[in-house]
């Protein structure tokens, strides 16, 4: 097994955050891993979508999880390895949100798989921290 976090702490609320992720088809404009996404539904449990990297072929996901303005999980299940992602937000003392992105792969993998995944969470969680402190 592999594991991997980021957090943030800001001072936008969670319901702010939330929105940006529930637009998963909005998800590209604030995203630069993301050039592209085709999203099946709504942020639920069981919508799927295909996300794709800049210059690489596209990643079927699906949502596992979701506890609505907290967090949600997302799962590629690759057959020898699977890559699930939690993306969650903590209210804080203060006035103050934590906002975590936490990835785990179990199974068979490359071991340069997990950093490759992970390296943008930095750029990610503070793309997402400018849109919610910004309304």
Request: glycine share 8%; proline share 7%.
């Amino acid at each position: 097994m592999w594991d991997y976090q980021h957090a943030a702490e800001t001072t936008a609320a969670p319901e702010a955050l939330w929105r940006h992720w529930s637009d998963i088809a909005a998800w590209p404009q604030w995203n630069d891993g993301i050039e592209k996404i085709e999203v099946d539904g709504p942020l639920a449990v069981g919508t799927t979508f295909r996300m794709t990297p800049p210059g690489d072929d596209p990643i079927e996901m699906r949502i596992v999880e979701v506890v609505a303005g907290e967090l949600f999980t997302d799962e590629m299940d690759a057959g020898d390895f699977v890559v699930r992602t939690v993306h969650r937000l903590d209210r804080l003392d203060g006035g103050l949100t934590r906002v975590t992105y936490r990835t785990e792969i179990t199974g068979a993998f490359d071991p340069e798989l997990g950093p490759a995944i992970t390296a943008d969470f930095p750029d990610v969680v503070a793309a997402l921290v400018r849109l919610g402190e910004r309304g």
